[in-house]
């Protein structure tokens, strides 16, 4: 059973930083992309990032504040998020599918998200 558990989200000032976690279990996924992406309240589920043995993609929105790893030996994935602003709030989510794809609709796995609010 493919289990994916999102860690480390929380409250932070706007201007700081939080590293989420991304738990992996039941199958190893080392030739597949893991993402991470995010909703806000009343908005579409969007893209953040991507990271796959093509390399990592960026949303234009995070490209420079955000960065995307992943251990596949431990089979772990990580967001560390920085100069966070005010519209990074949102449930963040990992998931698991296509190396490079922007898309919600090419990934096969979800987790439960975790929740990341940044006060101005």
């Known amino acids: 059973q493919v289990q994916l558990v999102e860690s480390g989200g929380g409250l932070v000032q706007a201007g700081g930083s939080l590293r989420l976690s991304c738990a992996a279990s039941?199958?190893?996924?080392?030739?597949?992309?893991m993402g991470w992406f995010r909703q806000a309240p009343g908005k579409e589920r969007e893209f953040v990032a991507v990271?796959?043995?093509?390399?990592?993609r960026y949303s234009d929105s995070v490209k420079g504040r955000f960065t995307i790893s992943r251990d596949n030996a431990k089979n772990m994935m990580y967001l560390q998020m920085s100069s966070l602003k005010a519209e990074d709030t949102a449930t963040y989510y990992c998931?698991?599918?296509?190396?490079?794809?922007?898309?919600?609709?090419?990934?096969?796995?979800w987790g439960q998200g975790t929740q990341v609010t940044v006060s101005s």
């Open positions: 039941g199958r190893t996924f080392s030739n597949y992309g």
């Open positions: 990271i796959s043995w093509r390399g990592s």
């Open positions: 998931a698991v599918g296509a190396p490079t794809s922007d898309r919600a609709s090419d990934y096969y796995y």
